[in-house]
């Protein structure tokens, strides 16, 4: 195919806090389920001086791939692979030579393999042993949640990972979008992945003063940052004309992709670089600010994301802001990084479809520096013609997505 | 000057984004341009120097409302270093 095509959605998959499919995640985040916990994870976790995580409970690698699979597989390419398979199932697409050659895999990590990375370096530095796993690079290198579903599912055409910390699947499913759109390719599997609740990276995040002690409560006054989260989500894109001709289920379509770089500060979101982000996203789309409806938030949680998050929305949206349903689904499944962006993509698409906005949870009152509408606590039914999700990462990397209401 | 005050006012000094050559106890921190990636670094610099644990969220806490001055840096890491050997 060529030319310039609609790309719509036809699979979907999540592994998280919430549930281990897309569907139990979407009952759950409608719920207003928290899948925040004790961090568990890592050995010597009571060592920690952060003690709660959203984790993805009870996941028995066992159940989803043999051994001998298994021993290639860091935490986040499995949770990478389950979830595309679930994608790919519910598209229904079979891959035969010529349509695999003509897929990309296109995956969002914003740390790969830290259990692979924290074991070996336990093995070195603690116990002092002189040797590793022997697949320890091929298992930590951060494509290798885009090589294991290349593998797995018989993925032949571009397959690359995309590293932007927070926004990382954001960027991942954007690139895949206009890949798909552009002709490009005819199909891609793409979303994000993260492992990232080891001991050293909370270490890590510990040191940046910015995580919360117990509960996340974006753009609630009260709030005192973020929670770390895990899991992946993956979705299959593919024009409109194949998905019809094929008389395949359409989830949704993705209409826009910005994309903005801040030039200023490290850590400090930058009110600018949201804005232009925003503002690139609506000129893909063709659309104005007055045809959305609701907004998936970046919504970490801490003091400085939500409050710039709040004035962007009124720079980006004008009076309109007032009227939009915004909810952060952090507050219900953390922040898993270089997954969250695509997690956050499958709530704002169920949304869409179903015409419901998720809440925002943990909410306790107003903070006058977050003056919106962000959907408290309980899920509100809406008509959703269009929808946004916000990515903002540290280094200043700006992600943001356009869906549509298929019709 | 107390021995705590001397290594706080080095490592602020370290931090500071004005041209001022000395940094005294009744300098505001704000005066000194720290931001808050700066006080992290700050907070790092202290607890690793003195070994102790400052309690301090980005969320919650702003250095620069509940610390003014280097002074008052240098008297609540006097008093955690006390406590440390009480």
């Given amino acids: ?407 | 000057m107390s021995d705590v005050a001397g290594d706080v006012i080095a490592i602020i000094a370290k931090k500071k984004r004005v041209d001022k050559p000395t940094v005294d106890l009744s300098d505001k921190l704000l005066d000194l341009g720290l931001e808050s990636l700066d006080a992290v670094e700050m907070i790092f610099d202290l607890e690793e120097k003195f070994d102790i644990q400052i309690p301090y969220n980005a969320n919650t806490n702003n250095p620069r409302t509940e610390f003014e001055t280097v002074g008052d840096v240098v008297a609540a890491v006097e008093k955690l270093v006390a406590q440390k050997t009480s």
């Fill in chain 1, 1 to 407: 195919m060529t030319g310039v095509h609609r790309v719509v959605v036809t699979g979907l998959g999540a592994v998280s806090p919430l549930g281990h499919t897309a569907a139990s995640y979407w009952e759950n985040l409608k719920l207003g389920k928290s899948g925040l916990g004790p961090i568990t994870l890592p050995p010597a976790a009571e060592e920690l001086t952060q003690k709660v995580a959203a984790e993805v409970k009870d996941f028995e690698p066992l159940k989803h791939f043999a051994e001998r699979q298994l021993s290639t597989l860091d935490r986040v390419s499995q949770f990478a692979v389950v979830a595309a398979r679930e994608a790919i199932v519910q598209s229904g697409l079979a891959f035969d030579m010529a349509l695999s050659a003509r897929t990309a895999t296109i995956v969002g990590t914003g740390v790969g393999g830290q259990t692979t990375l924290d074991e070996s370096f336990r093995r070195v530095y603690l116990e002092k042993r002189t040797r590793v796993f022997p697949l320890t690079i091929p298992k930590l290198m951060a494509n290798a949640p885009a090589s294991q579903i290349s593998m797995d599912c018989g993925l032949r055409g571009p397959a690359f990972a995309v590293a932007s910390a927070c926004a990382s699947a954001t960027h991942a499913i954007g690139i895949a979008f206009h890949m798909v759109r552009g002709g490009l390719v005819d199909c891609a599997v793409t979303g994000g992945a993260e492992a990232c609740i080891t001991f050293g990276t909370v270490r890590g995040w510990e040191a940046m003063r910015v995580m919360a002690p117990d509960i996340c409560r974006p753009f609630s006054k009260g709030r005192m940052g973020l929670v770390l989260g895990e899991g992946a989500a993956m979705m299959v894109l593919e024009p409109l004309e194949r998905a019809q001709a094929r008389g395949a289920t359409i989830l949704g379509e993705i209409v826009g992709f910005g994309m903005s770089a801040d030039a200023a500060d490290l850590t400090a979101p930058d009110l600018g670089g949201m804005v232009r982000a925003m503002q690139a996203a609506f000129d893909d789309a063709r659309l104005g600010p007055a045809d959305i409806q609701y907004i998936n938030a970046h919504g970490t949680g801490t003091a400085a994301n939500d409050e710039t998050e709040t004035k962007a929305l009124h720079e980006a949206f004008g009076p309109h802001a007032k009227t939009l349903a915004i909810s952060s689904t952090k507050s219900m499944i953390g922040h898993a990084l270089g997954a969250a962006g695509a997690l956050e993509l499958v709530a704002t698409l169920l949304a869409v479809r179903d015409g419901i906005a998720p809440p925002t949870i943990g909410y306790i009152e107003p903070d006058p520096a977050c003056d919106l509408d962000y959907v408290p606590n309980k899920a509100r039914a809406l008509a959703i013609e269009a929808a946004v999700s916000n990515s903002f990462a540290f280094g200043g990397l700006n992600a943001v997505l356009v869906v549509k209401r298929f019709s």
